[in-house]
């Protein structure tokens, strides 16, 4: 019931994704069908196990062959086409704007100021008016052919200006950036974004009002929940072997290969992060580790200590962390079940590898016949790999400052991000009825991640196609991961005896 469930939430992904690029036509279609590449062999695998069919590894290896190939031919069709599409689309998004300009030209320019804004609103009586000098030079920066301002309104220690794009908005952003720039310094940030009514708005904040780097005390805080998390994976990899850490601390050397291994894929993660960031001149806090006895580590919480680009730009940052961590665990596990044999360190209850589809299915597939037995002598890669990507899944859940969280609000916008924030944490409440963890892991995320990361400096330009596709393949391999096996399916796949 679970796997046929979570292949019609697959479907469903799908679907919404063709409704969504039916209005762009050819190239829209294009787009997504790249993204259906990407989900095909993992919607036929499991499709094939919920009636009892189930693919060797090597079916599996041409499956994914198949749907890179087609990616790739897709990805040349669309690099053909896209000059003609996009300059068709152009022309007929600058006719209506033009026709909206002419409309707009002709309003009361003292229309009602209470329009809401994408941005908070906060104690106004107790912020600074921008000046009236400030003022004018800002205005100053639009024009005809990028921005045709109809409309001021005070907002904060800032002004936010409604109007009329007029091009392209990255294009329109980076010059109307550079000309603020040059009249004004770096006194001022200027972003893109859209109103309440989905009209594209120009907001100008003060750059008093960046992203703060960490305190003296938020610094000491994050190395004690450093050592914490040492102190916890060590106490994880005892446990694993049947022994209190803190009991016998003299043998030292049979949890440290396994807490190295561990913070290995947490380096990963943290790397993917910090490499991408650092190619975006995007400045990022040092980690928060949440650790936990259980798993040694739920991960870490990276704040932005500047102000992001794009909506790209998050995606790109927010999907790094997790694609090194999961790969590696990935790998780990491949390996890991590889290697095993009798003898191996971890005898482990067959029983282990129905808690996740993915997982048990990649034994079945690997191992054969030896999921029939009650237990399995399996290396420890495979223990640490399995650890590796139930991290990297939480962190992909989709809600608040969580990876899986920037990602949907860098793809689909602040609106939806809300929305599954609020949907996911219901669910882990409702999980948590059968499993504690669910519970420590929604109170994290209520009281420490529920709200979103502030609006990057261009909101209106959305993540291309292959972005979109391949956070949905994040998300889709995140429920894989952390949704159990059901009865009738293990048994279907020979783990019962």
């Given at each position: ?14 679907g ?94 003292n ?151 561990l ?7 943290e ?7 650092k190619r ?53 596990l ?16 067959t ?71 609020v ?46 596709a ?28």
């Amino acid at each position: 019931m679970i796997t046929a469930l979570t292949v019609l939430v697959a479907l469903g992904i799908l679907g919404w994704g063709f409704y969504r690029a039916k209005p762009y036509g050819k190239l829209g279609i294009l787009s997504w069908l790249q993204s259906v590449s990407l989900m095909a062999p993992w919607l036929l695998f499991f499709g094939l196990f919920s009636v009892g069919v189930y693919l060797n590894l090597v079916g599996m290896l041409l499956l994914f062959v198949v749907s890179t190939g087609g990616y790739i031919l897709l990805g040349r069709q669309i690099r053909t086409i896209a000059p003609e599409e996009l300059a068709k689309r152009a022309e007929a998004i600058a006719k209506a704007r033009a026709e909206v300009s002419e409309t707009s030209a002709a309003t009361d320019q003292n229309a009602d100021t209470s329009t809401k804004t994408p941005f908070p609103a906060a104690a106004i009586a107790q912020l600074q008016p921008i000046s009236a000098e400030d003022l004018t030079a800002i205005k100053g920066i639009f024009g005809v052919d990028t921005f045709f301002a109809t409309e001021t309104i005070p907002f904060q220690d800032g002004a936010v200006f409604n109007g009329n794009l007029r091009g392209d908005g990255e294009k329109v952003h980076a010059k109307l950036s550079d000309l603020l720039q040059e009249r004004l310094g770096d006194r001022y940030r200027l972003f893109l974004v859209e109103n309440q009514e989905g009209r594209p708005t120009v907001v100008v904040l003060p750059s008093s009002n960046d992203p703060k780097p960490l305190t003296l005390t938020q610094k000491i805080l994050a190395v004690i929940l450093f050592v914490a998390t040492i102190g916890t994976t060590l106490e994880m990899a005892g446990l694993l072997q049947g022994f209190d850490f803190y009991s016998a601390p003299q043998r030292y050397a049979e949890v440290v290969p396994l807490a190295a291994g561990l913070f290995s894929i947490l380096a990963a993660h943290e790397l993917g992060h910090w490499v991408m960031a650092k190619r975006h001149q995007v400045k990022l806090s040092w980690p928060f580790f949440f650790p936990t006895w259980q798993i040694g580590s739920f991960g870490s919480l990276t704040n932005f200590e500047s102000l992001l680009p794009n909506r790209s730009a998050l995606f790109d940052i927010a999907f790094a962390g997790p694609a090194a961590g999961g790969l590696l665990s990935l790998g780990m596990l491949i390996a890991g079940l590889t290697l095993s044999h009798p003898g191996s360190p971890f005898k482990v209850p067959t029983t282990f590898f129905e808690g996740s589809m993915l997982v048990g299915t990649l034994t079945r597939v690997i191992l054969g016949s030896e999921v029939q037995q009650n237990f399995i002598e399996v290396s420890p890669l495979v223990v640490l790999g399995w650890l590796g990507l139930v991290i990297t899944a939480i962190n992909l859940m989709p809600a608040g400052r969580l990876d899986g969280g920037r990602i949907v609000q860098a793809i689909y916008g602040r609106k939806t991000a809300n929305r599954t924030t609020v949907v996911t944490i219901l669910f882990l409440g409702l999980a948590s009825l059968v499993n504690p963890l669910a519970l420590y892991w929604a109170i994290i995320i209520l009281f420490l991640q529920r709200n979103l990361e502030r609006p990057s400096l261009n909101e209106l330009t959305e993540p291309d196609d292959t972005r979109a596709a391949l956070g949905l393949l994040a998300l889709f391999l995140m429920i894989t991961i952390l949704l159990p096996l059901t009865p009738s399916l293990a048994g279907r796949l020979g783990f019962s005896v």
